[in-house]
């Protein structure tokens, strides 16, 4: 399975990209307010997650031509959110 949206799970970035499906799927959303004390309960699946935005993050940067994708102004406005089709 995939996921995305960690990085505005972490708080690293609003919301940078659209997600679009060529097939059918099932996606479960998990807001940050949810997240977050989840994230402080297991701090190191935490770091997993936070390690994973920081690669995309930065190879998004690479790809895009920025070396930092905060300050880009194609960012939109975040959703808090994180699609996942596959819960544990």
């Known amino acids: 399975g995939s ?14 990209a659209t997600i679009v499906a060529v097939e059918s799927c099932l ?3 998990i807001t940050r ?6 994230a402080e309960a297991y701090p190191a ?11 995309r993050l930065q190879s998004t940067a690479l790809v895009n031509g920025h070396e930092d994708t905060a300050d880009d102004d194609n960012n939109l406005k975040s ?4 699609g996942l089709d596959a819960v544990p």
């Open 27 to 29: 996606f479960y959303v």
């Open 33 to 38: 307010a949810v997240f977050l004390p989840i």
């Open 79 to 82: 959703e808090d959110s994180v």
């Open 45 to 55: 699946d935490y770091n997993k997650v936070k390690e994973f935005a920081d690669k």
């Open 3 to 16: 996921f995305f949206g960690e990085a505005v799970l972490t708080g690293q970035t609003t919301r940078s």
